[in-house]
């Protein structure tokens, strides 16, 4: 920060849910922030209208088509544009001090590695990439003297928990799940869910594809591999319990059996303030928490049987060696295929499990060290999924 107290932040995916967001709570204290770099993916028109709101010094669309659009968008302003994925690491790597990670997917992985790299206070949205990078992302993060601020709410639930204890006093962290629309659903119907249905998300306003994510329950999967990395846990030390109000977002038990728990309104501007005044807090945008107004906070068990792709997660977290990058690609291919109408919603988990287990038949585990491993599993087990792809939509459940 500053001498003056004007903090630089860059927001990486800035016209997406957690990017509003964001903006938001940057707009609130203008006299706090200045905006170095915004970025979106094909959304010229939002992306130019938030870097003239914002003042912002450069500003980057991944698709490289549109630059000449961009650049017209932005005429008359000296703010600095580029385009292609080139210009979204650029704006990564700009010195902002604060920097939102919040790009949609794997796509994500080396803008956040940009921003890392620099030794810069990163705020992770994007889960998707850490759990594509894991094996390396935080031992990078440690040795460029990053600091990785966990903007996913459970993350951020348990970041804050676990103040309240030691490494070695601690004996697991439990993250909460809504259980998402098909929570009460029977497995045959959840099997034919429609993309309308599947988008029907009953606490949380998210981007389309977490969405789905939510409903398949491959989000909390992708979020116990989130939390074994960011915090260096077992999988036996992560646990997941549904809790459809989604008030409290993560645990943790430490050694005398005390649990410590974050809760709020289930608004992501809550833990992104957390994010951005770290280790100070700022006054946040959400609603307050009324909970004689909530009445009633209730548990129960994961159901693996209906939402296989968590068990999935933690399959993946014990074979190591790049399979939680698999879990993630295959499950990438699979929502886009869902969305695209090619395959049932019952069917995303079967092609995650079916590209997971022909990855482990090939003999194609290896360990991960750098980024450019990372993408070539990503990339290579996409191309598996793909071709995996016809035979599953064919099959009937
Ligand atoms: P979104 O789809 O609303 O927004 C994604 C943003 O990334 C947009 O700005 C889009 O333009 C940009 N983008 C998409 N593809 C890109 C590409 N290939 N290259 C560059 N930019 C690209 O998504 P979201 O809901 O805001 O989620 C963003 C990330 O945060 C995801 O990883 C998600 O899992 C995570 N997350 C979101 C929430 C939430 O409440 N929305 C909560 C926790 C974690
Ligand atoms: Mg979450």
């Given at each position: 920060v500053a001498a003056s107290g004007v903090r630089s932040v860059s927001v990486l995916g800035a016209t997406g849910s957690i990017g509003d967001s964001t903006m938001d709570l940057l707009r609130a204290s203008p006299e706090r922030y200045q905006v170095e770099a915004l970025t979106a993916n094909t959304n010229v028109?939002?992306?130019?209208?938030?870097?003239?709101?914002?003042?912002?010094?450069?500003?980057?669309?991944?698709?490289?088509?549109r630059l000449s659009e961009l650049r017209a968008a932005l005429a008359g302003t000296d703010i600095a544009c580029?385009?292609?994925e080139g210009a979204i690491v650029e704006a990564a790597?700009?010195?902002?001090?604060?920097?939102?990670?919040?790009?949609?997917?794997?796509?994500?992985?080396?803008?956040?590695?940009?921003?890392?790299?620099?030794?810069?206070?990163?705020?992770?949205?994007?889960?998707?990439?850490?759990?594509?990078?894991?094996?390396?992302f935080m031992d990078r993060a440690a040795k460029a003297g990053a600091t990785i601020l966990p903007a996913d709410s459970e993350h951020n639930a348990l970041f804050q928990a676990l103040a309240s204890g030691n490494r070695d006093e601690l004996t697991k962290v439990i993250?909460?799940?809504?259980?998402?629309?098909?929570?009460?659903?029977a497995a045959a119907d959840i099997e034919q869910a429609t993309l309308a249905q599947a988008?029907?998300?009953p606490n949380w306003s998210m981007g389309q594809k977490i969405t789905i994510d939510s409903a398949s329950m491959m989000n909390k999967g992708l979020e116990v591999i989130e939390a074994s990395w960011?915090?260096?846990?077992?999988?036996?030390?992560?646990?997941?319990?549904?809790?459809?109000?989604?008030?409290?977002?993560?645990?943790?038990?430490?050694?005398?059996?005390?649990?410590?728990?974050?809760?709020?309104s289930p608004d992501m501007r809550t833990p992104i303030a957390h994010c951005l005044g770290w280790?100070?807090?700022?006054?946040?945008?959400?609603?307050?928490?009324?909970?004689?107004?909530?009445?009633?906070?209730?548990?129960?068990?994961?159901?693996?049987?209906r939402f296989p792709g968590l068990k999935l997660a933690y399959d993946a977290l014990r074979a190591g060696n790049g399979a939680t990058t698999v879990y993630n690609a295959a499950n990438e291919i699979a929502v886009a295929?869902?969305?695209?109408q090619r395959i049932r919603f019952g069917a995303i988990a079967r092609l995650v499990e079916e590209t997971m287990n022909s990855w482990i038949r090939a003999g194609n585990l290896a360990p991960l060290s750098c980024a450019d491993d990372a993408i070539a599993v990503d990339h290579n087990a996409r191309d598996m999924a793909a071709a995996l792809l016809p035979q599953i939509a064919a099959k009937a459940s």
């Open positions: 028109a939002g992306l130019a209208k938030l870097a003239k709101e914002f003042n912002a010094r450069f500003v980057a669309v991944a698709d490289p088509a580029g385009a292609g790597e700009r010195p902002a001090d604060w920097v939102m990670a919040a790009v949609a997917g794997a796509a994500g992985l080396k803008p956040a590695l940009a921003a890392v790299d620099r030794g810069a206070h990163v705020a992770l949205a994007n889960k998707e990439c850490l759990v594509c990078a894991g094996e390396f993250i909460t799940a809504s259980g998402g629309p098909f929570r009460t659903w988008l029907k998300h960011l915090f260096a846990l077992s999988p036996d030390e992560i646990d997941v319990v549904v809790h459809p109000q989604s008030i409290i977002h993560g645990m943790v038990e430490f050694s005398d059996r005390s649990v410590v728990a974050q809760l709020g280790p100070d807090r700022i006054v946040g945008r959400a609603a307050p928490l009324d909970l004689a107004k909530i009445g009633t906070l209730t548990f129960e068990a994961p159901d693996y049987a295929a869902f969305i695209a």
